[in-house]
């Protein structure tokens, strides 16, 4: 079987990594098939958003460290060139996580822009028994996340950090019924898919860019984005308000599945 499985439902692509025998742990081949799947859905026009999950109960239990072990050469999986974790896709991406999502794993889930967990979902940097660092974005990727306390104690001490807390500490965005992540997540998805996109990806990348920036040069590039959403979007959801639409608070006429 592939490693790496792609599905599609019309603009929700779902990628799953596919080696439940290992809790889904990447080797090489399979970190370079997934680095595949990301830029395929990237760079098709009819996909809007996309789920990440894992087969089998588990999300990703990291670097196959047995593959490792024999001397196999990994590159970073974020700080190279051509890394699969390198830079946020164009498009969202949400993370389903149930089980252990460790190590390496905890760098692929940092690396979406979402994360829907159940009860089974563990977090950590289990690494830290080995030796092992973090090349994955974890390092960086944590501590804007969940802060520079909640990152450094996940960091120093390798401890689980279950559903719970991490929904607490902005790790998790939902916590849903043990089993459901994959269907719930790729409903999210369907709602986001179902937006106007120019003015949502526009927003998202004006989050990710504003962290390099200083406020200032930070609103400007918000300005900057947005003006395509402006000339292409804004008039006529503003029409559809004015009209009647989406009053009281409600998200009702996006899409079908938007409610």
């Known amino acids: 079987m592939p490693k790496i499985l792609v599905e599609r439902d019309g603009p929700v692509t779902t990628i799953i990594m596919n080696r439940p025998e290992v809790r889904n742990a990447l080797d090489n081949e399979a970190i370079e098939q997934l680095g595949d799947a ?3 859905f990237d760079t098709d026009d009819d996909a809007r958003a996309a789920v990440l999950t894992g087969a089998g109960g588990a999300f990703c239990a990291g670097a196959d460290l047995k593959e490792m072990s024999h001397g196999a ?14 830079a946020p896709l164009s498009k969202p991406i949400i993370a389903a996580v149930e089980g252990h999502a ?7 889930a940092l690396f979406c822009d979402l994360r829907v967990v159940d009860e089974t979902a563990v977090f950590g940097v289990f690494s830290r028994r080995w030796g092992v660092p973090m090349s994955d974005g974890t390092t960086v990727r944590l501590p804007r996340l969940v802060g520079m306390s909640n990152a450094l104690d996940m960091l ?11 929904k607490q500490m902005g790790l998790a965005n939902y916590v849903v019924a043990t089993g459901q992540t994959r269907a719930e997540a790729e409903a999210l998805a ?15 990348a004006s989050a990710y860019a504003q962290t390099a920036l200083s406020l200032d040069d930070a609103v400007l ?6 003006q395509s959403a402006k000339a292409q979007e804004a008039q006529t959801g503003a029409a559809r308000f004015a009209a009647g639409s989406g009053r009281h608070g409600t998200f009702e006429k996006v899409g079908k599945r938007t409610r």
Not at 102 to 108: K, P, Q, R, S, T
């Open 38 to 40: 990301f830029r395929k």
């Open 73 to 86: 050469d990994y590159e970073a999986w974020a700080g190279s060139e051509n890394g699969t974790l390198r």
């Open 102 to 108: 460790c190590a390496g794993g905890l760098g692929v």
């Open 156 to 166: 120093l001490t390798g401890r689980a950090i279950g559903a719970a807390e991490a």
């Open 190 to 204: 369907a709602r986001v898919a179902d937006f106007p996109q120019i003015a949502m990806l526009s927003d998202r």
């Open 221 to 226: 590039e918000e300005n900057r984005l947005a």
